[in-house]
């Protein structure tokens, strides 16, 4: 693409987020749409502001699957609101898996075939992020908004917290890693 031939790009097609159903049937407002897809063998994957994770036809714009999370069901997230950064891909032999941490403090591992959470990881395909923080957390103050790293066969998630504690038993901001394999 350049200067020359920049006018002739035309549209090739348009996605519509499955968070836009839920807004409708739920009347829940995401903060912002800042996800960035990562795009495998002409797949897009990408998840929401609301907590769904979506495979994409890049071709076509067409969903292949959409997995939701749930994690919008225990009300506004710490810090900025609803809103995600993006998922994870591994692959090992035939396994490919996305990873998807949640604004409810959990982490995914879905089948990036099917859509289906892995059973093998952790507690029927997620774990529960608020465990191993070294002290009790409130799940509606920790979360992950942001893509997950992928070293090997460990997964690597950050954390958010407010930014202004309101007690100190605020939340750590840790950073931790996990198994792919089991979680």
Known sequence: INADNVR??????????????????????????????IMIDDILYVSTSLGQVAAIDALTGQNIWVFDTG???????????????????????????ILM?????????????????????????????????GREVDRRQYSVISAPMVINDVV????????????????PGHVRGFSIVDG
């Not at 409810?104 to 997620?126: H, K, M, N, Q, V």
Request: charged share 25%; net charge positive; no cysteine.
């Open 71 to 97: 994690s919008r069901k225990i009300g506004r997230p710490a810090n900025l609101g609803f809103n995600h950064r993006g998922v994870a891909y591994w692959k090992g032999g035939k396994q490919a898996r």
């Open 156 to 171: 690597i998630v950050g954390s958010s917290i407010n930014d202004v504690p309101r007690n100190k038993e605020a939340p």
């Open 8 to 37: 002739n790009l035309r549209i090739k097609w348009r996605w519509e987020s499955p968070d836009n159903g839920i807004v409708r049937a739920e009347n829940t407002m995401p903060f912002a749409y800042k996800s960035t897809p």
């Open 101 to 133: 941490p949640t604004n409810d403090a959990y982490l995914w591992s879905i089948d990036a075939y099917t859509g289906e959470p892995d059973p093998a990881f952790g507690d029927r395909g997620r774990i529960d992020l608020t465990l191993g923080l």
